[in-house]
Nanobody, 122 residues
């Protein structure tokens, strides 16, 4: 129903930047029933946590740990969401997952991508 394909992960030194992309496709996307897209991350031994979300109207929400460093944006015409990550820290190391939610579904219970690894070296 919804396919999410992430790209842009990799290895970067502390203080560096990366840009993640997530392209959405599928029948639910094609019929404009996705109301929000976002990014989560999961570090080894820890629970998956919300990083940032963006609604169809452009409203955004960020985890306190990334405010001022990460920026989420969305290209509705291309059904793509981006996460610009600046001033990266070793504690940002995790697998980053794209998520999309249709109407009536809460964050954390929607569709997921396969994940992309981000590693920040000190």
């Amino acid at each position: 129903q919804v396919q999410l394909v992430e790209s842009g992960g990799g290895l970067v030194q502390a203080g560096g930047s990366l840009r993640l992309s997530c392209a959405a496709s599928g029948i639910i996307v094609a019929t404009a029933r996705i109301v929000g897209m976002g990014w989560y991350r999961q570090a080894p031994g820890l629970q998956r946590e919300l990083v940032a979300t963006i609604g169809n109207g452009g409203s955004t929400n960020y985890a306190d740990s990334v405010k001022g460093r990460f920026t989420i944006s969305r290209d509705n015409a291309r059904n793509t969401v981006y996460l610009q990550m600046n001033s990266l820290k070793p504690e940002d190391t995790a697998v980053y997952y794209c998520s999309a939610i249709p109407y009536g579904v809460a964050w954390g219970r929607g569709y997921w991508g396969q994940g992309t690894q981000v590693t920040v070296s000190s």
